[in-house]
């Protein structure tokens, strides 16, 4: 079957079966910054975002997106145009291994466009779903206080 | 995998309606589908994406508050209605971990599609909801009280019908409720729950409704509890520890890999006295 | 800029502090050489190369703990559409061989085959399939019929050496290959000894004398990413295997092995790897990928569902441990006593190396004139232990930090005034370094540099020790805090071998070609920062390039926090070489000699002479002298310098429900220079992490078949940043003469201080002792009931 959806703000049209998850879709039309982790809703390595909001692509059907906006990492930036989360993750160490990283970013970019002057409890709420086995998520919270610090600076 | 024929997309009451009433295909109902990840084959037909239909309504109502069956976890966690009239609720929705499930889960789904650990079957029976259930062929809406509806298990009684919003009695003085969850991480499903309300008169408790969650397949209410509450001092500093006594002898939880059934039924105890004093305090608030 | 849960560093780590020199690139904090690729989502892990072709492999596993294969009909499968091979034992070289990625000659047992006529375990690999889609192979696993011969299992390893225990490697290829300890009949995997002083006549006259029993549990390293190989053939027809692995050299001659292929025939690249912690330590899909690779000729990729990285791949090795400790009053450590029976699970990976390492990193702590260990890994039909992030250290160091606890207690001494009379250091030998190696006897050596005695002080004050220790607080919930000390090493010495090529680029860039696998700590960019302050260039003007059996040179991996220590050492080494070859071909441009050069700030200066770096690299390549300047350096080890660690936890304990919480954890590490303090902070930080859920929440569970019952992050729960309390990882600057400029390991040590730290805290907030570990709410709720119990036993005598 066909859906139609928009991803990082492009319309596009995939072929799926009825069954397949969003996450393979996604790494199917190339998206390879979609992770696999567990394929069972409980590590947040694939997680997008849809029409804004964090969702895990491994237990959503592609279908389920028919109409739908997508952002996945490489909506985001590149590593010559980074966005300010990816460069404040990159500055401040919070990457190590990097597998969990996009799910992260996007976490924490669904809460910074909600809450641009986040607390270390709400930041705590938005990556709560990311798990991490390298960072030991201390430098994660600085990052994200660093780039949504850059991002008022940017729209005063 | 399964056999699914493809998706429908009802955006109305009627379409659905339509949709339900077919049977070749059979369409089966789809909403946050989170519950997919632990039932992924064995499907025939087709299924029905329900987040398209308008029901995500939040009505605060004379002495009540109405919630659409497709608002999000969190949806009902934002939710400035909610956390005024029915901050029991938002308890529940704060404790669903982690975020993107939150925004994946239905206030419907997770009521529907019940599992030993779901938290809103545990609150909305603790404060004694009522549910909307549209039924074909046209969608005439029937309101079942929460007893009814959790008395066995809510996907196999709605069987061709679709819940399309729930109704919860809204917080004014004398009332009080919570809900606590008790698990192994901080982002875990629940070894136990438990949702209390009690309604307060002149200081003295007339109505209790106490409920344990997770320990077995379907939420428990507590008689024993609620009727050792009712007509004593909303204050009596003795509540809790009665109410957890009584749930020792009252819980009696099923096998589970995490903990033995003794731990379960203790922690499970320990709640119900917690939930039970913080319900009391509130209510003694006015 | 560091939140509440925020690293601080009150002691900004200067390289070279201690020695007075300045540095530009060691000792700062430079970010990532491959952070953007990595944050930014580009294509760079295994599994995100596509290859025309690629079938998809699938493995089939034993549903019995024990049993042998009476027959095995695989027809069905093969005749299945798009099933393109169906391996089973028959189809491969009987050649036993361990899983585990160590050095050769290997000091783990030879007891593993690539597919086994044996399953020993519940997950055993006995068949292997390759077809067009994952569900065509697995629907091929399941056509498989076998027809089982079941053999009672062997869960205990208690029971494991008991006259009649089932055997579980009777097959006569299981063997070692070095004069090491192993006696299958027994289901004994290994053993190690040692026998210092006169332990039995010290403790006799020892005022106290203290015995614990402590018991550890599975755990699984949980990389995000899980195992995964794909195989495929270069044009000219050998097999190249792209691997998320941490030893790719070892993987090449392991494969080659087993295979019967020319070890030249094969090529293993690691790309990017998602997180090792020692499970990749092994090789454990890419025989078996490779095997059906050859068998289609087609690319293969096989992959592990999390579940099976939970059951199926490696484990930490649970421990008993028993610890008998004498004590004098005025707090001298009089003698030490340790056994450990060590399960090692159906395969001996790991299994020697691990139970030394418990001894060698652990005992040498407290310096004692008796020490005894008799240490066995014995076999049971469960799950594979293997090499984990700190390495047999990580379960001896719960039973010998809480022994110190208790050790202070009798004597009536402070724990922390107890751990700072008695730790070894600078200066200090220990007997335990010459009778415990790897697998041999291990080397003698000094401690050169040991910041412990600051590491104490500093966390002490940073987690407020004295306003807090002892204070339970009213209520049901119950606070305590408790401490521990930990020492690890910094590569095998005599063992371990990196090398590093390097070669400059006209504009005076440097390619820096290594065979240390990065696998997400960041030893990339740490060895860039080494090659770019000996060259004075930016870290960014490095480019690296690791790791590829066929471009890059030789290095056993990542393992035994070995990457700075040895792989720097590579590093420092090559770009010296590199240095003096820039200088040469300056002499021949200047006509000033060498001696009388320097390369300062990217320029080479002397006498009248004022080069840049990028003339004299063109110079070279193009004129003159038609050099490539570049040069490729090998380094090893005599020493294994320790870094040293104090934790500390601050927990609350709820005395209804037993859930223990950590409210602040503190770890003081001293690991030599930090060439790049922020990864190695990370480093901490994320060991922290690991062990506090390992302390609390880790556990695999097996029901009465040997079954894993929770291979699932559902049930298998590992710290989330919720669950994260406010933590602290606190460089403590030492120079360690040995190491480059100044470093020492950092990446395992951190790991080891939550199991006791938190213990003691228990033990401070409630006053039961927890030897058992994770600490679950349901296992400290039972010590609490059975504190009362004895409570009233005591106060009723009668009844």
Same mark, same amino acid.
């Given at each position: 079957?066909?859906?139609? !959806?928009?991803?990082? %703000?492009?319309?596009?049209?995939?072929?799926?079966?009825?069954?397949?998850?969003?996450?393979?879709?996604?790494?199917?039309?190339?998206?390879?910054?979609?992770?696999?982790?567990?394929?069972?809703?409980?590590? %947040?390595?694939?997680?997008?975002?849809?029409?804004?909001?964090?969702?895990?692509?491994?237990?959503?059907?592609?279908?389920?997106?028919?109409?739908?906006?997508?952002?996945?990492?490489?909506?985001? %930036?590149?590593?010559?145009?980074?966005?300010?989360?990816?460069?404040?993750?990159?500055?401040?160490?919070?990457?190590?291994?990097?597998?969990?990283?996009?799910?992260?970013?996007?976490?924490?970019?669904?809460?910074?466009? %909600?809450?641009?002057?986040?607390?270390?409890?709400?930041?705590?709420?938005?990556?709560?779903?990311?798990?991490?086995?390298?960072?030991?998520?201390?430098? !994660?919270?600085?990052?994200?206080?660093?780039?949504?610090?850059?991002?008022?600076?940017?729209?005063? | 995998?399964?056999?699914?024929?493809?998706?429908?997309?009802?955006?109305?009451?009627?379409?659905?309606?339509?949709?339900?009433?077919?049977?070749?295909?059979?369409?089966?109902?789809?909403?946050?589908?989170?519950?997919?990840?632990?039932?992924?084959?064995?499907?025939?037909?087709?299924?029905?994406?329900?987040?398209?239909?308008?029901?995500?309504?939040?009505?605060?109502?004379?002495?009540?508050?109405?919630?659409?069956?497709?608002?999000?976890?969190?949806?009902?966690?934002?939710?400035?209605?909610?956390?005024?009239?029915?901050?029991?609720?938002?308890?529940?929705?704060?404790?669903?971990?982690?975020?993107?499930?939150?925004?994946?889960?239905?206030?419907?789904?997770?009521?529907?599609?019940?599992?030993?650990?779901?938290?809103?079957?545990?609150?909305?029976?603790?404060?004694?909801?009522?549910?909307?259930?549209?039924?074909?062929?046209?969608?005439?809406?029937?309101?079942?009280?929460?007893?009814?509806?959790?008395?066995?298990?809510?996907?196999?009684?709605?069987?061709?019908?679709?819940?399309?919003?729930?109704?919860?009695?809204?917080?004014?003085?004398?009332?009080?409720?919570?809900?606590?969850?008790?698990?192994?991480?901080?982002?875990?499903?629940?070894?136990?729950?438990?949702?209390?309300?009690?309604?307060?008169?002149?200081?003295?408790?007339?109505?209790?409704?106490?409920?344990?969650?997770?320990?077995?397949?379907?939420?428990?209410?507590?008689?024993?509890?609620?009727?050792?509450?009712?007509?004593?001092?909303?204050?009596?500093?003795?509540?809790?520890?009665?109410?957890?006594?009584?749930?020792?002898?009252?819980?009696?939880?099923?096998?589970?890999?995490?903990?033995?059934?003794?731990?379960?039924?203790?922690?499970?105890?320990?709640?119900?006295?917690?939930?039970?004093?913080?319900?009391?305090?509130?209510?003694?608030?006015? | 800029?560091?939140?509440?849960?925020?690293?601080?560093?009150?002691?900004?780590?200067?390289?070279?502090?201690?020695?007075?020199?300045?540095?530009?690139?060691?000792?700062?904090?430079?970010?990532?050489?491959?952070?953007?690729?990595?944050?930014?989502?580009?294509?760079?892990?295994?599994?995100?190369?596509?290859?025309?072709?690629?079938?998809?492999?699938?493995?089939?596993?034993?549903?019995?703990?024990?049993?042998?294969?009476?027959?095995?009909?695989? /027809?069905?499968?093969?005749?299945?559409?798009?099933?393109?091979?169906?391996?089973?034992?028959?189809?491969?070289?009987?050649?036993?061989?361990?899983?585990?990625? =160590?050095?050769?000659?290997?000091?783990?047992?030879?007891?593993?085959?690539?597919?086994?006529?044996?399953?020993?375990?519940?997950?055993?690999?006995?068949?292997?399939?390759?077809?067009?889609?994952?569900?065509?192979?697995?629907?091929?696993?399941?056509?498989?019929?076998?027809?089982?011969?079941?053999?009672?299992?062997?869960?205990?390893?208690?029971?494991?050496?008991?006259?009649?225990?089932?055997?579980?490697?009777?097959?006569?290829?299981?063997?070692?290959?070095?004069?090491?300890?192993?006696?299958?009949?027994?289901?004994?995997?290994?053993?190690?000894?040692?026998?210092?002083?006169?332990?039995?006549?010290?403790?006799?006259?020892?005022?106290?004398?203290?015995?614990?029993?402590?018991?550890?549990?599975?755990?699984?390293?949980?990389?995000?990413?899980?195992?995964?190989?794909?195989?495929?053939?270069?044009?000219?027809?050998?097999?190249?295997?792209?691997?998320?692995?941490?030893?790719?050299?070892?993987?090449?001659?392991?494969?080659?092995?087993?295979?019967?292929?020319?070890?030249?025939?094969?090529?293993?690249?690691?790309?990017?790897?998602?997180?090792?912690?020692?499970?990749?330590?092994?090789?454990?899909?890419?025989?078996?990928?490779? @095997?059906?690779?050859?068998?289609?000729?087609?690319?293969?990729?096989?992959?592990?569902?999390?579940?099976?990285?939970?059951?199926?791949?490696?484990?930490?090795?649970?421990?008993?441990?028993?610890?008998?400790?004498?004590?004098?009053?005025?707090?001298?450590?009089?003698?030490?006593?340790?056994?450990?029976?060590?399960?090692?699970?159906?395969?001996?990976?790991?299994?020697?190396?691990?139970?030394?390492?418990?001894?060698?990193?652990?005992?040498?702590?407290?310096?004692?004139?008796?020490?005894?260990?008799?240490?066995?890994?014995?076999?049971?039909?469960?799950?594979?232990?293997?090499?984990?992030?700190?390495?047999?250290?990580?379960?001896?160091?719960?039973?010998?930090?809480?022994?110190?606890?208790?050790?202070?207690?009798?004597?009536?001494?402070?724990?922390?005034?107890?751990?700072?009379?008695?730790?070894?250091?600078?200066?200090?030998?220990?007997?335990?370094?010459?009778?415990?190696?790897?697998?041999?006897?291990?080397?003698? =050596?000094?401690?050169?540099?040991?910041?412990?005695?600051?590491?104490?002080?500093?966390? /002490?004050?940073?987690?407020?020790?004295?306003?807090?220790?002892? =204070?339970?607080?009213?209520?049901?919930?119950?606070?305590?805090?408790?401490?521990?000390?930990?020492?690890?090493?910094?590569?095998?010495?005599?063992?371990?071998?990196?090398?590093?090529?390097?070669?400059?680029?006209?504009?005076?860039?440097?390619?820096?070609?290594?065979?240390?696998?990065?696998?997400?700590?960041?030893?990339?960019?740490?060895?860039?920062?080494?090659?770019?302050?000996?060259?004075?260039?930016?870290?960014?003007?490095?480019?690296?390039?690791?790791?590829?059996?066929?471009?890059?040179?030789?290095?056993?991996? @990542?393992?035994?926090?070995?990457?700075?220590?040895?792989?720097?050492?590579?590093?420092?080494?090559?770009?010296?070489?590199?240095?003096?070859?820039?200088? =040469?071909?300056?002499?021949?441009?200047?006509?000033?000699?060498?001696?009388?050069?320097?390369?300062?700030?990217?320029?080479?200066?002397?006498?009248?002479?004022?080069?840049?770096?990028?003339?004299? @690299?063109?110079?070279?390549?193009?004129?003159?002298?038609?050099?490539?300047?570049?040069?490729?350096?090998?380094?090893?080890?005599?020493?294994?310098?320790?870094?040293?660690?104090?934790?500390?936890?601050?927990?609350?304990?709820?005395?209804?429900?037993?859930?223990?919480?950590?409210?602040?954890?503190?770890?003081?590490?001293?690991?030599?220079?930090?060439?790049?303090? @922020?990864?190695?902070?990370?480093?901490?930080?994320?060991?922290?992490?690991?062990?506090?859920?390992?302390?609390?929440?880790?556990?695999?569970?097996?029901?009465?078949?040997?079954?894993?019952?929770?291979?699932?992050?559902?049930?298998?729960?590992?710290?989330?940043?919720?669950?994260?309390?406010?933590?602290?990882?606190?460089?403590?600057?030492?120079?360690?003469?040995?190491?480059?400029?100044?470093?020492?390991?950092?990446?395992?040590?951190?790991?080891?201080?939550?199991?006791?730290?938190?213990?003691?805290?228990?033990?401070?907030?409630?006053?039961?002792?927890?030897?058992?570990?994770?600490?679950?709410?349901?296992?400290?709720?039972?010590?609490?009931?059975?504190?009362?119990?004895?409570?009233?036993?005591?106060?009723?005598?009668?009844?």
């Amino acid at each position: 079957m066909q859906v139609r !959806m928009t991803i990082n %703000g492009t319309p596009r049209t995939l072929e799926v079966e009825p069954t397949t998850t969003l996450l393979d879709a996604l790494r199917d039309a190339g998206y390879k910054g979609v992770k696999v982790g567990c394929r069972e809703a409980a590590c %947040g390595a694939c997680t997008v975002l849809v029409d804004g909001k964090a969702r895990l692509s491994c237990i959503l059907f592609a279908a389920q997106l028919e109409g739908r906006e997508v952002t996945t990492i490489e909506g985001l %930036g590149t590593p010559d145009a980074p966005h300010p989360l990816q460069q404040a993750f990159v500055e401040v160490g919070a990457v190590q291994c990097g597998y969990c990283t996009p799910g992260t970013i996007l976490s924490a970019k669904a809460l910074l466009d %909600g809450q641009p002057a986040p607390s270390e409890a709400e930041i705590r709420e938005a990556l709560d779903g990311n798990l991490c086995r390298c960072t030991g998520y201390v430098k !994660m919270i600085d990052a994200v206080n660093l780039a949504a610090s850059r991002l008022r600076e940017e729209k005063p | 995998m399964s056999q699914w024929s493809g998706w429908a997309y009802p955006r109305t009451l009627d379409e659905a309606m339509a949709l339900l009433q077919q049977d070749d295909p059979p369409w089966e109902p789809i909403a946050g589908g989170t519950s997919w990840a632990f039932r992924r084959s064995g499907q025939e037909g087709g299924l029905m994406d329900l987040s398209r239909l308008p029901w995500r309504e939040v009505l605060a109502e004379e002495g009540t508050l109405r919630l659409g069956a497709l608002l999000s976890v969190e949806e009902l966690r934002r939710s400035l209605p909610v956390r005024d009239r029915a901050p029991l609720l938002q308890e529940t929705a704060e404790s669903i971990r982690p975020h993107q499930l939150r925004n994946a889960i239905t206030l419907g789904g997770n009521v529907v599609q019940v599992f030993a650990w779901s938290d809103f079957p545990v609150a909305l029976l603790a404060l004694g909801a009522t549910l909307h259930v549209a039924t074909p062929p046209v969608g005439l809406e029937q309101q079942v009280p929460a007893d009814d509806f959790f008395a066995s298990h809510p996907r196999r009684r709605l069987e061709g019908r679709l819940l399309t919003g729930v109704t919860v009695p809204a917080r004014r003085p004398g009332r009080g409720g919570a809900f606590l969850k008790f698990a192994r991480s901080r982002v875990d499903l629940a070894l136990a729950t438990a949702a209390a309300t009690v309604e307060a008169v002149d200081g003295l408790v007339v109505a209790a409704r106490v409920v344990v969650g997770a320990v077995r397949g379907l939420p428990l209410r507590l008689a024993r509890v609620e009727e050792a509450l009712l007509g004593r001092p909303v204050d009596d500093p003795a509540l809790p520890g009665v109410a957890v006594a009584l749930a020792r002898e009252g819980v009696t939880p099923v096998q589970d890999l995490r903990v033995s059934k003794d731990y379960r039924a203790q922690v499970a105890s320990v709640l119900v006295g917690r939930v039970t004093a913080r319900a009391l305090a509130r209510a003694a608030e006015g | 800029m560091s939140g509440s849960l925020g690293s601080s560093n009150p002691f900004p780590t200067i390289a070279g502090a201690a020695t007075g020199t300045v540095t530009r690139q060691v000792g700062h904090s430079v970010p990532r050489v491959d952070g953007l690729a990595l944050a930014c989502g580009m294509p760079v892990y295994t599994d995100d190369l596509v290859v025309p072709g690629m079938l998809y492999g699938k493995l089939l596993r034993s549903p019995h703990a024990h049993a042998r294969i009476v027959r095995c009909d695989t /027809a069905q499968a093969r005749a299945l559409p798009g099933v393109h091979a169906v391996l089973t034992h028959r189809d491969l070289p009987k050649i036993s061989y361990t899983s585990a990625g =160590q050095g050769y000659p290997e000091p783990s047992p030879y007891d593993t085959f690539v597919l086994s006529d044996k399953a020993r375990y519940v997950g055993d690999p006995i068949a292997a399939v390759a077809a067009e889609t994952p569900e065509l192979a697995a629907q091929a696993c399941q056509a498989i019929e076998i027809e089982w011969e079941l053999l009672p299992p062997l869960f205990d390893p208690l029971r494991a050496m008991d006259p009649g225990a089932p055997v579980i490697h009777d097959e006569p290829e299981a063997r070692t290959i070095l004069p090491v300890p192993y006696d299958p009949r027994r289901n004994l995997a290994a053993a190690v000894s040692m026998d210092h002083g006169d332990v039995d006549l010290a403790l006799a006259g020892s005022d106290h004398v203290l015995q614990g029993e402590f018991v550890t549990q599975y755990a699984q390293h949980c990389p995000l990413e899980p195992h995964i190989t794909i195989a495929y053939f270069e044009p000219n027809g050998r097999l190249t295997l792209r691997s998320s692995v941490q030893v790719p050299f070892h993987v090449r001659r392991i494969v080659a092995r087993v295979l019967e292929l020319p070890l030249k025939q094969v090529r293993v690249i690691k790309p990017r790897i998602g997180g090792g912690f020692g499970s990749k330590q092994e090789v454990l899909l890419e025989p078996v990928t490779a @095997a059906l690779a050859l068998a289609t000729r087609r690319p293969v990729r096989v992959e592990l569902s999390r579940a099976e990285e939970f059951y199926a791949s490696r484990t930490r090795h649970p421990q008993h441990l028993w610890l008998r400790c004498g004590v004098d009053d005025d707090g001298t450590i009089t003698a030490l006593d340790s056994k450990i029976i060590m399960n090692t699970g159906a395969y001996g990976a790991h299994a020697l190396t691990v139970i030394c390492n418990s001894g060698s990193k652990v005992l040498p702590m407290y310096p004692c004139d008796n020490i005894r260990f008799q240490a066995q890994a014995v076999y049971t039909n469960l799950p594979v232990g293997g090499a984990y992030r700190g390495y047999g250290a990580t379960q001896a160091a719960f039973a010998m930090e809480v022994m110190a606890d208790r050790m202070a207690e009798a004597i009536g001494m402070d724990p922390l005034a107890f751990r700072q009379r008695n730790h070894i250091r600078a200066g200090m030998g220990s007997p335990v370094f010459k009778h415990l190696g790897e697998g041999r006897p291990g080397a003698e =050596q000094t401690i050169g540099a040991c910041g412990l005695p600051e590491c104490l002080t500093i966390g /002490a004050q940073a987690i407020d020790y004295a306003g807090r220790r002892g =204070q339970r607080g009213e209520g049901k919930v119950k606070r305590g805090l408790g401490m521990a000390v930990l020492m690890q090493g910094s590569g095998i010495p005599f063992v371990d071998l990196a090398a590093v090529t390097l070669k400059m680029n006209e504009d005076g860039s440097v390619n820096l070609l290594a065979g240390a696998t990065d696998i997400g700590t960041g030893s990339d960019t740490m060895l860039a920062q080494i090659v770019a302050e000996v060259l004075t260039i930016d870290t960014a003007d490095v480019l690296v390039y690791s790791s590829d059996t066929d471009l890059t040179p030789f290095d056993v991996g @990542a393992y035994a926090s070995s990457t700075t220590y040895v792989s720097g050492g590579a590093a420092r080494k090559a770009a010296l070489l590199v240095r003096d070859q820039v200088l =040469q071909v300056a002499a021949g441009m200047s006509g000033v000699p060498a001696t009388e050069l320097a390369l300062l700030d990217r320029r080479i200066v002397g006498p009248g002479v004022d080069l840049s770096l990028s003339e004299v @690299a063109t110079h070279s390549l193009y004129q003159g002298e038609m050099l490539q300047i570049g040069a490729t350096a090998s380094h090893t080890t005599e020493q294994s310098p320790p870094p040293f660690g104090a934790h500390f936890a601050w927990v609350e304990v709820d005395t209804e429900t037993g859930m223990v919480r950590v409210l602040e954890y503190v770890a003081a590490v001293d690991c030599g220079v930090a060439i790049n303090p @922020a990864l190695a902070e990370g480093q901490v930080e994320g060991a922290i992490a690991n062990a506090l859920s390992y302390a609390l929440t880790e556990e695999l569970l097996f029901d009465e078949k040997g079954r894993c019952t929770n291979p699932t992050f559902l049930h298998y729960k590992i710290s989330s940043i919720r669950d994260m309390p406010k933590v602290k990882a606190i460089l403590v600057p030492t120079h360690e003469p040995t190491g480059p400029f100044g470093a020492k390991s950092v990446s395992e040590i951190g790991i080891n201080g939550a199991l006791p730290a938190i213990s003691n805290a228990i033990y401070d907030a409630v006053g039961v002792r927890l030897t058992r570990s994770p600490f679950t709410p349901e296992r400290v709720l039972a010590a609490l009931a059975a504190k009362v119990r004895e409570a009233d036993g005591e106060s009723n005598p009668a009844s």
